[in-house]
């Protein structure tokens, strides 16, 4: 199960993480959460659901279809 942080993974040098932290670092971080049901890119701030493999799902764009909807506006 995904537990509380205690590092903003996004705020690491890539080659710093570990595991599904790099998946991690690229959703907003008042959406990683285990509670947050729905993930918001920190790139386009679209919002999926899922964990790791669907992230990356999300961020490989040959992947279709590629189920991501538009999501409002989140911030840390």
Same mark, same amino acid.
């Given at each position: +199960?995904?537990?509380?942080?205690? !590092?903003?993974? &996004?705020? +690491?040098?890539?080659?710093? @993480?570990?595991?599904?932290?790099?998946?991690?670092?690229?959703? !907003?971080? &008042? !959406? $990683? &959460?285990? $509670?947050?049901?729905?993930?918001?890119?920190?790139? #386009?701030?679209? &919002?999926?659901?899922?964990? /790791?493999?669907?992230? $990356?799902?999300?961020?490989? /764009?040959?992947?279709? /279809? $590629?189920?991501? !909807?538009?999501? @409002?506006?989140?911030? #840390?």
């Amino acid at each position: +199960m995904f537990s509380e942080q205690t !590092t903003d993974w &996004s705020e +690491m040098d890539v080659a710093d @993480l570990v595991g599904t932290e790099l998946e991690w670092s690229t959703i !907003t971080c &008042s !959406t $990683r &959460s285990a $509670r947050t049901k729905q993930k918001v890119c920190l790139f #386009c701030a679209k &919002s999926y659901t899922g964990g /790791p493999i669907h992230i $990356r799902e999300h961020l490989d /764009p040959n992947v279709k /279809p $590629r189920h991501v !909807t538009f999501a @409002l506006q989140a911030s #840390c």
